[in-house]
């Protein structure tokens, strides 16, 4: 007995109802500048 996904939906949908997303990062990595003053207060 093989499974078979019913596919009707995904054929009639449309990228055109899409919205448009704005992309935010939650976590953004730290800039060189950064790294360099958190060593450098962490030495003294």
């Known amino acids: 007995m093989s499974y078979k996904p019913d596919t009707a939906e995904i054929e009639k949908f449309g ?10 990062e939650k976590n ?7 790294i360099e003053e958190e060593r450098q207060t962490g030495e003294s």
């Open 28 to 34: 953004p990595l730290p800039s060189k500048e950064m």
């Open 15 to 24: 990228k055109s109802t899409l919205k448009k997303a704005e992309m935010q």
